[in-house]
């Protein structure tokens, strides 16, 4: 039989991949188990792609010992972790071993919400996937992160605000149902900062799973998912498949039917994934959302039989998947998913012997046939001699990839298989002693009509997703100060702004484009020329809102947490010169309109409390959360500067707009950090809509660095993901307003 130069380059030690990967009876010794997701190759393929003399080639004998090491491994860690398997064959989870398609999809996107109709629209965000790439087999929708924090609502009081509540999350869930895509949302255990739940979180989120009828959970940040929450799941009678964002213990394996593949940086061999070998119907999905090119992760994928995250929508920056990519999860996904059952096989041999540099192949046998994966890790076209199989008569071969028969070289017991496999490509091979079944007949058809035009004909091109800014119309100039107005001279001046954003970094595409920019990005400096203005001394308060109310009789189309602490129409007594809150910028738009005004542009807010000397907050320099720690440089009490932060897990009600007079900034406007954040500008793209909040607020959740961070200082600015008014209402998040000046 030929043997490859890759494959069978390597003797370089298989006595290191023993010390790494010992045989089961190895006595006294016990078993060191390698770290990490990825499982050791063969050493003598850890060269890269080019050969260095010194190193000594792979034997025939190589890929025997490895795969033999490889099982005996696998037994024995499964003994010493006492496995049960079970969970695999509970009908309700079987879905999982055939999700291979799984998107993090953001609330927030577009083309899942439309926020003009009101409506979610399940149909065209599964129409635009399965255009582009052919869909997708489950969706993992989040709700939660980045905006989480922001109040003290906890995660599920969040997603609870979501278009329609609970009967809405029902009806989404089951839109998504209905096109046979399967649904996962996400658990925040670092959430303990928010309201209570009050009751275990297990017990919460097998609750509410049963009740919008979704079929998973994803643990974000979580080193596997804890048993307690598939038990919870188990005794409301709604299993649910639980899928930890980082590999579990192997133990977990038994009740963590899914996980993430987190495996950057990647090497040229393709390495096999830890959790499909100890049990290969557990299901990974690998993720790197930031990754601009996908062939590595999609290569890996179809490598070990598993998925892909097809992460598109990062927290509201959009890293797109290009034309080539999306073809090659499409052809990638349609294999897959046609021979499902096959990746469930425990007689799987990855690293099968091929006779090319650079192509990679795993073995896939059921029954008396045998399907491969094969990608091509190099950046050239291989057609020719690929690989040999044992032959016996009446075998037949099958390029699955292209939808063509193969015929082989025969000669004695050995068959040898030639095809194509194209630069950084894939393909894959049947194996059949019958005539393959009708379903395999599709596949094969379906392939060789899909395969026609070569992935190098895709633009490989990525392209950021450009965005603008929502139209604030002027209003009618005046020349005298209205009502609890100041007025705020213009001239030039140097804005320098960045976002806060946990995530990002200064990618091409974070936070926001102003107009004078041709792409979104973290740090902002440009010289604006202000026209005059008036600001609003404080900001609109709950007895300046119910007069608009009455005069008007405004009522939200979406009206869910619409002045959410008001009882009867009203505000609570006490709160008249409390900030309004719970009000969504479609909410603060109308007040101004009504009262004759509009919402600032965020250079003028910001103008507004700095002026032309770069003070970092509206009073000066003095950091009053500094002087609390006994720093600063405060001359004053700073309690007359801005409230004293609120750190419990119930939010406290906002001070009065009158309640810190030190605090004014250079023009006398009041309250404009530490009390309630403020509404400014809205910047919108193809997939997401993001509000520009100034200010910072009173509440501060605490316990972890994943909540939505305050921006106290004049040079910073927070971006509130929006997807509706109910979601986007928030107790911190109020408003103030400007009138044009002549």
């Not at 079970?86 to 577009?110: C, G, K, N």
């Not at 096999?272 to 999609?298: E, M």
């Not at 892909?308 to 294999?335: C, K, L, M, Q």
């Not at 793209?685 to 961070?709: C, E, K, L, M, N």
Request: glycine share 8%; charged share 25%; hydrophobic share 35%.
């Amino acid at each position: 039989m030929k043997h490859s130069f890759r494959t069978m380059a390597c003797t370089a030690g298989l006595s290191l991949l023993t010390a790494l990967i010992p045989h089961a009876n190895a006595q006294g010794l016990g078993l060191r188990v390698p770290p990490g997701q990825l499982l050791p190759t063969p050493p003598c393929l850890d060269f890269g792609p080019i050969f260095r003399p010194g190193r000594e080639a792979c034997t025939p004998n190589t890929h025997r010992d490895w795969l033999a090491d490889m099982r005996a491994w696998r037994t024995e860690r499964r003994i010493r972790i006492g496995y049960d398997g079970s969970r695999y064959t509970i009908p309700e989870l079987q879905w999982a071993q055939r999700s291979f398609i799984q998107p993090q999809m953001m609330v927030h996107d577009r083309y899942f919400y439309d926020p003009v109709a009101n409506k979610y629209t399940v149909d065209r965000y599964l129409d635009d996937l399965e255009k582009r790439y052919g869909g997708i087999d489950a969706v993992l929708v989040w709700p939660v992160y980045p905006n989480v924090g922001i109040d003290d609502r906890n995660q599920h009081d969040i997603t609870h605000t979501m278009p329609g509540g609970i009967e809405g999350l029902k009806q989404m869930v089951a839109d998504f149902h209905k096109r046979g895509v399967k649904v996962l949302f996400p658990m925040m255990m670092w959430d303990e900062g928010t309201n209570d739940p009050g009751k275990d979180w297990p017990t919460a989120i097998a609750e509410f799973m049963k009740e919008i009828d979704a079929d998973g959970i994803n643990g974000d940040t979580q080193d596997g998912v804890p048993m307690a929450f598939s038990l919870a799941a188990e005794k409301v009678g709604h299993p649910l498949a639980f899928e930890p964002e980082n590999g579990p213990a192997d133990e977990g394996l038994a009740w963590n039917v899914l996980t993430w593949g987190q495996y950057a940086p990647y090497v040229f061999t393709p390495a096999v994934d830890r959790y499909r070998w100890l049990d290969p119907r557990h299901q990974v999905n690998i993720q790197g959302r930031w990754d601009r090119d996908k062939t590595n992760a999609l290569q890996y994928a179809f490598f070990n039989g598993e998925g892909w995250e097809s992460w598109e929508n990062v927290w509201g920056i959009w890293n797109g998947i290009t034309p080539r990519d999306g073809e090659a999860t499409r052809r990638v996904a349609t294999i897959e998913r046609a021979v499902a059952p096959y990746f469930a096989s425990e007689g799987w041999e990855p690293l099968y012997p091929t006779l090319r540099y650079g192509i990679f192949a795993s073995r896939w046998p059921l029954a008396d046939q045998n399907v491969w994966t094969i990608v091509n890790r190099g950046e050239y076209n291989i057609d020719g001699d690929q690989m040999t199989v044992a032959y016996k008569q009446g075998m037949r071969y099958f390029d699955l990839y292209h939808g063509a028969e193969i015929k082989p070289m025969i000669k004695g017991d050995v068959a040898t298989l030639s095809f194509s496999v194209e630069a950084h490509g894939f393909g894959s091979v049947y194996a059949t002693s019958v005539d393959p079944d009708p379903k395999m007949k599709e596949l094969m058809a379906k392939m060789k009509t899909m395969t026609s035009k070569p992935l190098a004909d895709y633009s490989s091109e990525w392209k950021a997703l450009p965005q603008h800014i929502v139209e604030i119309a002027p209003t009618t100039a005046t020349s005298s100060a209205p009502e609890n107005m100041v007025r705020v001279e213009g001239g030039e001046y140097l804005f320098k702004v960045q976002g806060i954003e946990i995530e990002g970094s200064n990618d091409v595409g974070a936070d926001v484009q102003y107009p004078w920019e041709d792409s979104a990005r973290r740090f902002h400096e440009h010289t604006v020329d202000i026209k005059p203005f008036f600001m609003d001394k404080y900001n609109v308060t709950n007895a300046d809102f119910k007069k608009f109310l009455d005069a008007t009789h405004y009522k939200p189309k979406d009206s869910l947490n619409f002045l959410k602490d008001w009882k009867k129409g009203t505000y609570p007594d006490g709160w008249a010169n409390k900030p309004v809150t719970w009000v969504s910028i479609q909410d603060a738009r109308e007040y101004a309109k009504w009262a004759g005004k509009r919402l600032p542009h965020e250079w003028e807010w910001q103008y507004a409390s700095q002026g032309n000397d770069g003070r970092a907050y509206p009073w000066g320099n003095c950091d009053w959360l500094g002087a609390s720690r006994g720093g600063g440089n405060c001359p004053v009490d700073t309690s007359t500067l801005a409230p004293t932060p609120d750190k419990g897990r119930t939010m406290l009600a906002a001070s009065d707009v009158a309640a810190h007079p030190a605090g004014a900034s250079p023009f006398g406007v009041m309250d404009m950090v530490g009390n309630v954040w403020q509404w400014t500008d809205e910047y919108v793209d193809d997939h997401t809509a993001g509000g520009i909040v100034r200010g910072g607020s009173h509440y501060q959740a605490q316990g972890s660095i994943w909540y939505f961070p305050e921006a106290y200082k004049n040079d910073q600015h927070g971006k509130l993901l929006l997807m509706a008014p109910s979601y986007d209402r928030s107790g911190a998040l109020g408003f103030r307003c400007v009138k044009d000046a002549k």
